[in-house]
């Protein structure tokens, strides 16, 4: 049988940073760009697992908007006591298609060029009270501002087919106003506590949006 080897690297690398970063990050309230200094990262992999991972280091959510011309990107890096913005530098350096920013205490990784406006659609109104994520998501792409877009940009929900599960979420309420569906994207995956969602587009307007990086 062969063996995985990035698999097997990002699990080293999984179980190194965790062991770093276990007493650090233990009943601290981390904001989005607070400095965390692991001893090295060295990585080579996939760049959706990385920026999943990074979320449980430094405790952010992060939102990754798959670029369809480069819908499995590879990142390769070797940094030495880097910061959270060191090491997103790093991986746009890496995937040159994309870039970071912050916005309101959330990372938000996209394309640079070619980003769907559907993510940009502004919502009035988004109220939740006792939901799953799935319930979330699902309550999201039903709102009339989301399916007028869904309309205008010829997209459709995809079928998951053999999609990995996704992380099972703890259940919440959450109250917004005027808000991009990037942003409340941003806040149900804070809220349930899987800090990640990802957004993926197919050439035939088809789309997924989970919290898993496979």
Known sequence: MSIDRKRIMAVV?????FVTFASRVRGQQTSALRTQTPAVIKY??????????????????IGFEIDPQQ???QVRFYLRDPTLPDVLNAIVRSA?????????GFIEVLPLEGSSPLLDT????????????TE????????????????????HPGDPGNAPAEKKGEKFSLSLENVTMRQALDRVAKENG????????????SFWISNSPR
Not at 142 to 152: D, I, T, Y
Request: no cysteine; net charge positive; aromatic share 12%.
């Open 194 to 205: 899987a800090r990640f969602w990802i957004f993926r587009r197919n050439g035939n307007g």
């Open 44 to 61: 080579d992999g996939d760049m959706a697992f990385m920026l999943a991972h990074l979320t449980e280091i430094f405790g952010v959510t």
């Open 136 to 155: 979330a998501i699902n309550h999201l792409l039903k709102l009339p501002e989301v399916q007028a877009g869904l309309r205008a940009m010829s997209l």
């Open 71 to 73: 819908p499995k990107p």
């Open 122 to 133: 502004i919502i009035s109104n988004f109220r939740l009270n006792n939901v799953d994520e």
């Open 96 to 104: 040159p298609r994309y870039q970071w920013r912050e916005s309101d």
């Open 13 to 17: 690398f999984a179980l190194t940073i």
